[in-house]
């Protein structure tokens, strides 16, 4: 789905909840219609409030449980700050336990909602699946600083 038709679908579940679709609503939509990010709260605020300096959090807060509510935004919740995605097909969040970074991997699940339903007679309300682990930036960081330290010390390798 593009862009400009999520927006869409944003704004028409604000109309339909009773709310009217102000400049600072339909930027924040816009927003988390173009970002491939999973942003906080905190994060939707400070980019949105770039444009609108006067928009609040609490338009921010209000904005996105409407959109949870409404099915077109999912809230991952985490101990310290909860994160919004837009993409809701079946995908793996793979985490990065040292920068945050959530970055959505769309792979065969190993088992299937309906899969559950049919063998065991479960009924999936909703489900998370996540890998933590080290992003490529963080591994890259790790390692230059590996290096650097090893070199600081004195344990460079010698060139033959």
Do not use: W
């Not at 949870?68 to 969040?93: A, C, Q």
Request: glycine content about 6%.
């Amino acid at each position: 789905m593009t862009a400009a038709r999520s927006a869409k679908r944003m704004e028409a579940a604000l109309r339909a909840a009773g709310y009217r679709l102000t400049p600072q609503r339909a930027a924040i939509l816009a927003y988390l219609a173009a970002t491939g990010s999973h942003p906080s709260a905190r994060q939707v605020y400070d980019e949105v409030r770039q444009t609108y300096p006067g928009l609040s959090l609490a338009t921010v807060y209000n904005t996105l449980g409407i959109l949870v509510k409404s099915g077109l935004l999912k809230v991952l919740e985490f101990e310290l700050d909860n994160r919004y995605e837009t993409n809701l097909t079946p995908h793996i969040n793979l985490i990065c336990t040292r920068c945050g970074k959530i970055q959505d991997l769309v792979a065969p699940l190993p088992i299937s909602a309906e899969h559950l339903a049919d063998k065991v007679g479960f009924q999936v309300l909703d489900y998370r699946m996540e890998y933590y682990g080290l992003c490529p930036d963080c591994q890259g960081r790790i390692k230059n600083r590996q290096s650097a330290t090893k070199i600081n010390k004195g344990e460079q390798y010698e060139q033959s």
